[in-house]
């Protein structure tokens, strides 16, 4: 069995502020990492992927994560965000099928 | 362009009654998903589907039908049995079947009210 815990449901950040959205997994086997990105009232977008290899992986919109195994985290950073980066943020593991976290709301404050 | 169209965006429908959510895809892909969001709970699973004329049951499937009788499209059928349909339906597509490394693509939603 698979699982994701997103411990904050919402995270309130200043416009062009660094912020950290936490993810953290649970799987009894070798799993794959997604951040997915969904705006009001629209369908989910992938961010980034993490399947194998280097264990930071970067999105073309500045965000970034890093998968940390110890830790079994796949948290995503962004240093300095913008306004147009209010959304949801959703964190997945797959492996034979994805589990979605129950999401974080990111609110960019001008 | 290529994607996945869902219809329609907002559906009402009285209690009781059984109502079919559209999702079409041309992006030629084998896997195609229904899941469903509910506020604070993320997406959960109901059903999928790896090939044409064949799919499974998902986490939350009771209440729920689909069919694939065309490789582009993935009709989902909410049933007078689902006792709570009120929700954001997402449909997803992808190249690989599940347990592949492909990315899911998802459509715009469509947001059914029972009223």
């Known amino acids: 069995a698979q699982s994701v815990t997103q411990l904050d449901s919402q995270v309130p950040v200043f416009e062009e502020a660094p912020v950290e959205l936490r993810c953290n997994y649970s799987?009894?086997?070798?799993?794959?990492l997604f951040w997915y990105v969904q705006y009001p009232n629209q369908g989910l977008q992938l961010l980034l992927k993490?399947?194998?290899?280097?264990?930071l992986v970067e999105s073309i919109n500045g965000f970034e994560a890093e998968f940390n195994k110890s830790q079994t985290s796949f948290h995503l950073r962004k240093p300095s965000v913008h306004i147009s980066d209010t959304a949801e943020y959703f964190c997945?593991?797959?492996?034979?099928?994805?589990?979605f976290g129950t999401g974080t709301k990111l609110q960019v404050i001008p | 362009d290529g994607g996945i169209t869902q219809s329609p965006k907002y559906l009402f429908r009285k209690e009781g009654q059984n109502v079919t959510l559209s999702c079409e895809q041309n992006?030629?892909?084998?896997?195609m998903y229904w899941y469903r969001q509910d506020p604070g709970q993320g997406l959960r699973l109901i059903y999928y589907?790896?090939?044409?004329?064949?799919?499974q049951k998902g986490d939350i499937a009771e209440g729920y039908s689909v069919s694939r009788e065309k490789k582009e499209s993935f009709p989902l059928t909410v049933t007078s049995a689902q006792k709570n349909p009120t929700a954001f339906y997402l449909c997803?597509?992808?190249?690989?079947?599940?347990?592949?490394?492909?990315?899911?693509?998802f459509g715009p939603g469509t947001r059914l009210t029972v009223l």
């Open positions: 997803a597509s992808s190249a690989g079947v599940m347990g592949s490394t492909d990315t899911q693509y």
């Open positions: 799987s009894s086997v070798s799993v794959y």
């Open positions: 993490y399947l194998s290899g280097s264990t």
């Open positions: 997945a593991v797959g492996y034979q099928k994805v589990t």
């Open positions: 992006l030629n892909h084998d896997a």
């Open positions: 589907s790896q090939i044409v004329n064949d799919f």
